[in-house]
Each structure stands twice: as C-alpha cells, then as structure tokens.
C-alpha cells in the first residue's frame, strides 16, 4: 500500500522490450529484489538493481492501460515506496493499481484533467485522487474532468509540474469509492433477483 506521496523524481534510464530500468537513489536505501516500488503511481516489483539503478518487467496490459507504454530514455517518473507500518500517513490509501489514463486539459498550478464520463461519478468535490502517483484533492468537477491545485513544491519534485496540455497522466480513483459502488451496483442486483444474501442482510430490508 502506498500513500501518494512521492519520494524521488527519477528518470528512465533504459527500456528493453518489457523490461523497464528506473535512474534513481532513495528509493533503493531499504529496497530489494522482490520489492514493490510505484512508477507514476503503478506498482512495480523490482527483479534487479545496482548502484543508481533498479528493474523491472512491465507486462503489456500495463504498458496498455498505463501512460508507462510512452516512457521514453530521459523521462522523468514519481517514484513511491509502500508504506513502512510503523510510518506516518500522509496522503491516503492507494493501491498503485493504476484505473485509467487521463488527459491534461490545463496545466499546474491549476492542473486540470480529463477522464471518462463514465468514471466522473466516484469522484466527489474536495475528495482524494491520485495523478500520476500523487494523492491530490479533487475539485471544481464537471462532466468530464476535475481540478486539482498543485502548490510550487509538488511541482518541482514530480512530474506534474513539467505536464502540458495533452499529456496522459495516470489516475487511481479513491479505492472507498469503488468499494461503494461495488456494494451498491451488488445490492441493486440482488434485489432485482428477489434474493437477500449476504447484501440484503447488510443493508436490511426485504427485496421484492
């Protein structure tokens, strides 16, 4: 589990086939071979690394649903350790299971992103969102795209401040609002089979 706050701004260093090697330092101080690290938010498992440098293998559905597939040598990546259990909870929950790709509509500080029509309603005003790996509140929603204020900082030390206008950006939706709808989208099921189950005993009340 991550939190969204991104440690160090690393860069590709090399890309061969599905393999993806990561430029970076800090993030290797307590990390080993089979450790989890996110890139732009996705999760990833390191499967070599050396002094300044670390691997891992990308498979094709990521690279797919990922703006990973764009890397180019050169470019810079968030990169995030999961969360230590004995450590402080800056962010919030996210799962480095990367949703869907979003496009830049306007750049920071007032970054404005595009998203599916389809996935506007787990957003909520001044809710959590992740953008390419960094937990950021969500605001001044409408049908299709939400806001998010990105203060000096942020932009200096991840990749939002460098994106423009037309850029994809990875998005992580708040995992409580999935698990909502889930219930929800289940429940509604449930009671159109005229069945309770273990929902409609949750949720109470008898389903015709």
Do not use: Y
């Amino acid at each position: 589990m991550f939190t969204g706050i991104v440690e160090e701004l690393g860069s590709v260093a090399a890309r061969n086939g599905s393999r993806l090697r990561i430029a970076s330092n800090g993030v290797l101080e307590d990390s080993s071979v089979g450790a989890s690290i996110a890139v732009n938010g996705c999760c990833l498992t390191v499967v070599q690394m050396g002094e300044g440098w670390w691997e891992a293998d990308v498979s094709n559905e990521t690279f797919q649903r990922t703006n990973l597939g764009a890397l180019k040598t050169g470019d810079p990546v968030n990169l995030e350790r999961p969360m230590a259990a004995d450590g402080r909870f800056g962010g919030h929950v996210v799962l480095g299971h990367v949703d869907l790709v979003g496009e830049v509509v306007s750049p920071a500080p007032d970054l404005r992103v595009r998203i599916g029509r389809d996935q506007m309603h787990l957003l909520v005003e001044k809710g959590s969102i992740t953008v390419d790996g960094v937990s950021l509140t969500a605001f001044a929603l409408d049908d299709d795209s939400f806001q998010v204020a990105v203060i000096p900082h942020t932009a200096n030390v991840t990749t939002l401040g460098a994106r423009r206008t037309g850029d994809k950006v990875n998005i992580e939706l708040d995992v409580l609002a999935k698990h909502v709808e889930r219930l929800v989208t289940s429940r509604g099921t449930v009671a159109k089979r005229g069945g309770r189950g273990w929902l409609g005993r949750l949720f109470g009340g008898r389903h015709t």
